[in-house]
């Protein structure tokens, strides 16, 4: 983002829309993607939708053992 998360937020949606297309919802790939999204969110204001994606990151993370 990198002080332009107006920009950096389109595109971080279409990379997300792409690896659950991929990859599933269930890639470690995407959760990293839905946590860089709600981080953006969290940074400009948008508290709902990120704490919405915060908690699906939450859910989705497994433990690696």
Avoid at 33 to 47: E, P
């Amino acid at each position: 983002t990198q002080g332009r998360p107006t920009a950096a937020e389109p595109l971080l949606r279409r990379a997300l829309r792409i690896s659950r297309l991929t990859r599933g919802d269930d890639s470690p790939e995407t959760a990293v993607l839905v946590n860089s999204l709600a981080s953006l969110l969290c940074d400009t204001g948008q508290l709902a939708e990120a704490e919405t994606h915060y908690r699906y990151t939450l859910l989705s993370a497994t433990p690696i053992i």
